[in-house]
């Protein structure tokens, strides 16, 4: 975990160190498995697994942005927002991420990259016309906590697994339909059954692992975010306005960022429950808890 004066989550760490191992012995428990069934493309099972990761890791900032149709925008055209920043990277002490603005009525910020010098903070112009100064600040050092913490790039190559899984089994199939050709169609067949279960396993394992790190991870930056500006009732007030907003975006305008969602401060979802194995957020009365509890705590007189 970066080191910034946003307070440290042991938690946190544990769990990203835990599901990198994890989802690291299933890669390459998949490619082995590839390797050995098609052992003429194991030269190219091998590049294409350590390409896509390294893909991922290297631009991840470029990728998003780009999925969100989002442009990198300077202190003259954003004053107030590039000042908002710098004031909180003060207060954490950490670099300056580049500033984003995505031109999208949804209500919503993200932040991604592979590291805090390589990292970019992004905000929508719906999120920019509905929230207070307090309440913004709030979500920008949220988002500012997850730069810190290096969960986006956790969250970014974690998310590459279920990726790398489809890719190699797509390849087992072609490789399969050469073997059919040039052997007996039986052994090919049984071939590509078995990497296609073991490629869905690593798959929903991956899945689940991301999800699970996912919610601990945004309960962690509101927590960071919360104390960094000592006023957590603004960063809950944020996510009320934020999630009733999106409850009224028809479900057609949200399906088109719903790829973002794990990177999203709220996901954009409509009329959906969010306390499911398979949801990315904590819901958002788990999320106000907590920062009541915190608001109580730093309201209590000190000694």
């Not at 929230?131 to 956790?154: F, T």
């Not at 999630?243 to 979802?269: C, H, S, Y």
């Not at 306390?275 to 904590?282: I, N, Q, R």
Request: proline share 4%; glycine share 8%; hydrophobic share 50%.
């Amino acid at each position: 975990m970066a080191h910034s004066r946003f307070i440290k989550d042991s938690g946190l760490a544990a769990r990203m160190t835990l599901v990198m191992f994890l989802l690291g012995a299933l890669l390459v428990g998949l490619v082995v498995v590839m390797m050995y069934l098609f052992p003429g493309y194991a030269p190219i099972i091998a590049v294409i697994g350590i390409g896509i990761a390294f893909y991922q890791w290297w631009s991840s900032d470029k990728v998003a942005m780009r999925a969100m149709r989002a442009r990198e925008v300077s202190p003259q055209e954003a004053p107030e927002l590039h000042a908002m920043i710098d004031r909180l990277c003060t207060m954490a002490d950490m670099p300056k991420p580049r500033v984003g603005i995505a031109d999208l009525a949804i209500p919503n910020a993200f932040a991604t990259g592979r590291s805090p010098n390589r990292s970019v903070v992004c905000v929508t112009t719906g999120i920019l016309g509905k929230l207070d100064a307090e309440e913004l600040e709030g979500v920008l050092a949220h988002e500012l906590s997850h730069v810190a913490h290096r969960d986006v790039l956790v969250m970014t190559l974690a998310s590459s697994a279920g990726i790398v899984a489809g890719m190699l089994t797509r390849g087992a199939q072609f490789g399969g339909m050469t073997r059919g050709r040039n052997n007996n169609q039986g052994g090919a067949a049984a071939a590509f059954a078995i990497a296609l279960v073991v490629s869905l396993i690593v798959y929903a394992v991956s899945f689940f692992l991301t999800r699970l790190l996912s919610r601990y991870r945004e309960m962690a930056a509101d927590r960071a975010g919360a104390y960094l500006t000592m006023k957590p009732a603004a960063l809950a007030s944020a996510l009320q306005k934020i999630t009733g907003e999106m409850a009224m975006i028809p479900e057609k305008d949200l399906r088109g960022t719903q790829a973002m969602n794990a990177f999203f401060i709220a996901p954009a979802v409509s009329g959906a429950s969010l306390k499911t194995l398979t949801a990315t957020h904590p819901s958002l009365e788990q999320r106000l808890e907590q920062l009541a509890r915190i608001q109580a705590e730093l309201s209590r007189p000190a000694g």
